[in-house]
């Protein structure tokens, strides 16, 4: 069972540059998010859905963008990436009842 | 949200229990309380969550202060590999998103 699963686990950009990460995951879980953890820092949440065809804005919103075209799949969306943005996502799912599932992250750098 | 103060850091021996503490002395009434664990370069994994009487599950217990401003996440023998980020996080549990928000927590440091 593969749980939350995140593409791709490595990316190097540069500045301007667009990219989209892909979580997918297998547990017919309603929710989604994608946070993320900057170094010393906790995790910030990003966007999050609470169903297939919905997204709502989380705590750091700005400079992202998020699709959730079928249930299983919610995409991040970066239209031009900024030095700022160079973190680790991570994304999660669950169901109505709390317990976040997270996937293994996805390191990004902007140069 | 809730604010919680964690210590940075905590110590353990090897087969030792473990008393993490969590203040969250503005926690709202509905407010769970949640627990996750983040070990090196993985992405956080739940532990325990509770809301006022104290739960127990196969990887630990959950001590809640009855007027619930704080609680203790009990690991009752530490081993290597319980070595991680320990996050309390007050949060609802009421069938809407689970929009925890995740502070620094405790890093724990277990040795043999």
């Known amino acids: 069972n593969a749980g939350v699963t995140q593409t791709p686990k490595f990316r190097v950009l540069k500045t301007g540059q667009s990219m989209t990460l892909l979580c997918a995951q297998d547990m017919n879980h309603e929710y989604m998010y994608w946070y993320r953890q900057d170094p010393g820092m906790g995790l910030r949440l990003i966007h999050y859905?609470?169903?297939?065809?919905?997204?709502a804005k989380g705590e750091v919103p700005d400079g992202y963008n998020v699709s959730r075209l079928k249930k299983q799949n919610f995409l991040l969306g970066l239209e031009s990436a900024a030095p700022s943005q160079t973190s680790v996502y991570f994304c999660?799912?669950?169901?109505?009842?709390?317990?976040?599932?997270f996937g293994e992250g996805s390191r990004l750098t902007v140069l | 949200d809730a604010k919680t103060t964690q210590p940075n850091s905590m110590e353990s021996n090897e087969e030792e229990p473990v008393h993490l503490p969590c203040n969250h002395s503005t926690i709202s009434g509905t407010d769970y309380i949640h627990w996750y664990r983040q070990l090196p370069s993985q992405g956080p994994e739940y532990v325990i969550h509770?809301?006022?009487s104290n739960v127990n599950n196969r990887m630990a217990s959950l001590a809640i202060a009855e007027d619930r401003k704080s609680s203790t996440l009990i690991l009752h023998r530490a081993t290597l590999r319980d070595a991680a980020v320990y996050y309390c996080i007050p949060g609802g549990d009421t069938g809407t998103a689970s929009k925890l928000t995740f502070g620094t927590g405790t890093r724990l440091q277990v040795t043999l």
């Open positions: 509770g809301l006022t």
């Open positions: 999660a799912s669950s169901q109505a009842r709390g317990e976040l599932f």
């Open positions: 859905s609470v169903g297939e065809g919905t997204t």
